[in-house]
């Protein structure tokens, strides 16, 4: 997904850029994740800013790119089951305001209003109306599509083998099926960016860290605000223990198909995407006693996405190892949302070869340029 | 029923199909029970609306869903007829319009 | 409600595969567990009455009733259990299998696992195949023999295969004659697979059988004819038949329509391989055999140790096929735990499950699925009936990355719904492998994940602990 982006646009800059992926397009955490585009679950610091920036972006994605991504704006209601997590919210929801996300407090009542499945002890929740949520597999596709059309290649099933540096720049990269000379290789890896880097001799702080979803069968009229204990962000905002499986309820409807995802789980187990009995348990049991009307609903298959944890947040452009390496990696559970300003800055950076294009600059750039310029040179 | 028959189905006994009751015979599923009488058609497709009827009756293609005493996604040539059992067969979902 | 149990060998599947391999193992003095997901044991072949049902006389039953009752009575008395309404539907662990029992979730621990999980029909879509009236032939027959209710008006059956001879004689015994049976195949294209016939004396006469009954009843068979599309309002009124060539191709101009109320259709049988797949199982690709079948050793313990598989879901090949391989896979597993085995009984069921197996593949052959039926399928024709996806969507899927079926899955949704793509997986990956001209194990199959049977969320709450 971060790697089509990226292709797309570069290639609509004109650069010539193909994109290797070892598997199929989308058959890492881009297919494995319950598709929000959401603000309420960020604290501030760059991941907020990342993701406002897209968020920008999203709404003109489906004509941009000329393919459906099923982008739908219905709201995330945060709530918080337990008093540690009510305090949380607290801080969280002031610190948003101030970095100006249309969040608010609501209170217990409010949450069952806003998604009437909420039957459980809540303590009250922050909502923000503008959060959205996309078809992932969707967005990947029409980013590869559009990318292609725009002249981007993209070799699939095949890997990255070595990455060839000559006098301290990078030359290209050896593949299973041959060589591909280029001078920028950027790493858009996931979860399997620390391999990558390894070739050119960098330690990349990213882990995969696991979160299983379990799809339930599609029902008429169910609620489409996106819900979410808050205990996911404590174990997101690294305020939870960070053993265990750090299970939370999240509810996600798919209002265009009618199915319901569950979530969520984030747990460190190296790059095993089995789903695990006690976490599947546990989730269904969370968002029974958070909405005891799932308890009738059937789940009809589950799956899990390996999510690229940093702790320091994604890390963008460049990232030491030779001229001409930059990374687009660590999005944690973000990749999602920040996949288009992820795409848009590392385009950047590649064409202002690396100078002059800090990340926060850019953003600040972007922030003043009209929406309608998506996409295009922000300055 | 023909009393000819090697086999004799259970007691009669009464379900109800979208409010309305039907008689069915005990040991029988629900979708056998429902053929008897003729209603070929149990469900709507959620998509297209489209009707959809008895397929495998042997519980691998799920065409027969149906909702039981409020439970959904429930196969009418698995579940077997219980006596006051109430059936909604499923309608085409209405169409998601994104809020302005 | 939580469910716990534990045991030497579990057999998933209580059909005659599964029947056989427990009471073989059984016989060699392991601890015996068999799961159904069925009320009544018997599976689809030796499925068996309800017990609310009454049976004033047991001898006026077909002869499959009483076969299962004896093995029926065989296996309890040889002090298996026998589990029915549990559903598999996970496997986490080694030696574990997850359980439903109506809404009570649990685990299973066996030192092995038969899988024994059968198969099920294949049905090439064709426009209109979707319409209510519109039937596979096995639930036809599950209707007319296990609950005694015949599908009304005029019945036709098309497809291929000796099994739509077994589903007219059930509906000529109740009284609901088929009006008249479409086989794709031509007897003239058999004659060369006739010198394979010799020795296999017990099945040619069941066959004549079968077709000296439906004869007798004044049923019509029909070679090289193939129903291309299925028309009607609310439900089936007509089908359009046309013959069709050596390949199954349709021949223009040979259009016949045909008034039906129920058409029972299917081109033989798949493996039902979602639970060896989850186990982990190595599967190759074998279109004689149903498609995607399990490896597996001579004593029919596959890639993965101590799970075993038997019967249709190792390879289509009929009932006779299940209960000789069955015993084979009960005798391996029992000898895999440590019990003896004489190794005359091991040899004298390898040889019975070979020949079994020769015969089986025979009408496999005779009866081969012929490549062109799926020309039916237009753009515009439904293939995932759960979701609702038309080839067209498929086939513009299958062009864009790479050819795989999981991708073809996520653009389109095909095979996401209640059946997760029992019904149209081997179409879809057919669909995708010629769009792009390449084989059916380049394109793969879509993945098994849990539950491989929908669950409810209550249920698997139930598992967690607190």
Redesign the interface.
């Known amino acids: 997904m971060v790697g089509c982006a990226i292709a797309y646009y570069l290639a609509k800059r004109g650069i010539r850029v193909t994109v290797i992926e070892r598997s199929i397009v989308g058959s890492g955490a881009s297919s494995a994740n319950s598709g929000a585009i959401a603000l309420a679950t960020k604290k501030p610091g760059i991941a907020l800013e990342l993701a406002m920036a897209s968020q920008r972006l999203y709404p003109g994605l489906t004509t941009e790119l000329g393919s459906n991504v099923d982008y739908v704006v219905e709201g995330n209601l945060i709530v918080a089951e337990t008093e540690v997590e009510a305090a949380h919210l607290e801080a969280l929801v002031a610190d948003q305001q101030a970095a100006g996300v249309p969040v608010q407090p609501v209170s217990a009542a409010r949450c069952r209003e806003l998604n009437p499945l909420i039957e459980g002890r809540v303590l009250g929740g922050i909502h923000c109306p503008t959060d959205a949520q996309v078809d992932p597999f969707k967005v990947t596709r029409a980013y590869a599509n559009a990318a292609r059309n725009a002249g981007a290649e993209i070799l699939v099933r095949t890997g990255v083998e070595t990455i060839e540096v000559v006098g301290g720049r990078v030359r290209g990269v050896r593949t299973r099926r041959g060589a591909v000379r280029a001078q920028w290789v950027i790493n858009a890896a996931g979860a399997h960016a620390p391999e990558i880097g390894r070739m050119v001799g960098v330690t990349h702080e990213v882990l995969p860290r696991r979160g299983q979803i379990i799809v339930l069968e599609a029902t008429e009229g169910m609620p489409t605000i996106r819900v979410s204990g808050a205990g996911q962000l404590l174990a997101k905002h690294g305020a939870a223990a960070a053993g265990g499986a750090n299970v939370a309820p999240s509810y996600t409807s798919k209002p265009l198909n009618g199915t319901v995802l569950l979530g969520s789980s984030n747990e460190f187990a190296g790059y095993d995407t089995r789903n695990t009995l006690p976490v599947m348990a546990e989730i269904c049991r969370r968002a029974r006693n958070l909405m005891p009307r799932l308890g009738g609903l059937h789940a009809l298959r589950c799956w899990a996405g390996l999510r690229p944890y940093s702790a320091s947040g994604p890390l963008l452009g460049g990232a030491g190892g030779p001229d001409g390496y930059a990374t687009a990696i660590g999005h944690g559970g973000d990749g999602m949302a920040l996949a288009p300003i992820t795409g848009l800055y590392l385009a950047e950076y590649v064409a202002r070869e690396g100078r002059n294009c800090s990340l926060p600059d850019f953003l600040g750039v972007l922030k003043t340029a009209s929406p309608g310029e998506s996409g295009g040179r922000p300055t | 029923?023909n009393s000819n028959?090697?086999?004799?189905?259970?007691?009669v006994i009464t379900v109800f199909v979208d409010g309305q009751p039907v008689q069915a015979?005990?040991?029988?599923?629900l979708?056998?029970?429902l053929?008897?009488l003729?209603h070929?058609?149990?469900r709507r497709?959620?998509?297209?609306g489209?009707?959809?009827?008895?397929?495998?009756?042997?519980?691998?293609?799920?065409?027969c869903?149906v909702t039981v005493n409020?439970?959904?996604?429930v196969r009418a040539?698995?579940k077997?007829v219980e006596d006051g059992m109430q059936v909604i067969s499923p309608?085409q979902?209405?169409r998601?319009e994104?809020?302005k | 409600m939580t469910v716990e149990l534990d045991t030497d060998i579990a057999v998933v599947g209580a059909g005659p595969a599964g029947l056989a391999a427990a009471l073989a193992a059984a016989g060699a003095g392991a601890r015996v567990t068999v799961l159904d997901e069925y009320p009544e044991p018997g599976g689809q072949f030796y499925k068996q009455l309800s017990s609310e049902f009454s049976v004033p006389e047991r001898a006026r039953l077909d002869d499959d009733y009483t076969k299962g009752d004896e093995l029926l009575a065989a296996v309890r008395d040889a002090g298996v259990t026998l589990s029915p309404e549990t559903l598999v539907w996970g496997s986490f662990e080694p030696g574990t299998l997850s359980v439903m029992q109506g809404h009570a979730a649990g685990t299973v621990r066996a030192r092995s696992i038969i899988v024994a999980s059968g198969a099920y029909e294949r049905v090439v879509a064709f426009p209109g195949w979707d319409l209510p009236g519109v039937m596979t032939p096995g639930g036809v027959q599950t209707l007319v023999k296990n609950q005694q209710v015949a599908p009304r008006g005029r019945i036709v059956l098309g497809g291929s295969g000796p099994f739509l001879l077994a589903v007219a004689k059930s509906l000529i015994a109740a009284g609901a004659k088929p009006a008249v049976i479409y086989e794709a195949t031509r007897p003239l294209e058999w004659l060369r697979h006739a010198p394979r016939l010799w020795g296999h004396w017990d099945r040619i006469s069941e066959a004549l059988h079968y077709r000296r009954l439906i004869a007798a009843a004044g049923v019509p068979v029909r070679f090289g004819r193939i129903v291309v599309r299925a028309e009607g309002d609310a439900r089936l009124e007509r089908v359009v038949l046309m013959e069709c060539d050596g390949e199954g191709r349709p021949i223009p101009g040979t259009e016949q329509i045909e008034r039906v109320d129920t058409l029972c259709i299917g081109y033989g049988f798949v493996p039902s391989v979602q639970l060896a797949r989850l186990l982990g199982c190595t599967h190759r690709y074998e279109l004689r055999r149903g498609g995607w079948v399990p490896e597996h050793n001579e004593e029919m313990e596959s890639s993965v140790p101590s799970v075993f598989v038997t019967g249709e879901v190792a390879g289509i090949g009929g009932a006779h096929v299940a209960l000789a391989e069955g015993r084979l896979a009960g005798l391996g597993a029992a000898r895999r735990l440590g019990l003896q085995v004489a190794d005359a009984a091991m040899a004298d069921a390898r040889q019975e499950r070979l020949t079994r197996r020769r015969f089986g593949d025979l009408v496999n052959d005779v009866f081969a699925l012929k490549p062109g039926v799926y020309d039916q399928i237009g753009d515009d024709t439904l293939v995932c009936r759960c979701e609702e996806v038309t080839a067209r969507q498929i086939r513009e899927a299958a062009t864009e990355w790479g050819a795989d079926v999981n991708f073809v899955k996520g653009v389109t949704r095909c095979g996401m719904g209640y059946c997760q793509g029992r019904v149209c997986g081997g179409m879809v990956e057919e669909l995708t492998a010629r769009t792009v001209g390449c084989s059916r194990e380049a394109v793969g199959a879509f993945r098994v994940r849990p539950p491989l049977k929908p669950v409810q969320v209550g249920s698997l709450a139930d598992l967690a602990r607190e």
């Open positions: 029923m028959k090697p086999v004799v189905p259970g007691a015979r005990r040991g029988q599923t979708a056998a029970a053929l008897a003729g070929s058609v149990l497709t959620r998509h297209s489209k009707p959809r009827g008895l397929f495998c009756a042997m519980g691998i293609c799920y065409d869903v409020g439970e959904t996604g040539c698995m077997r309608a979902f209405k998601y994104p809020r």
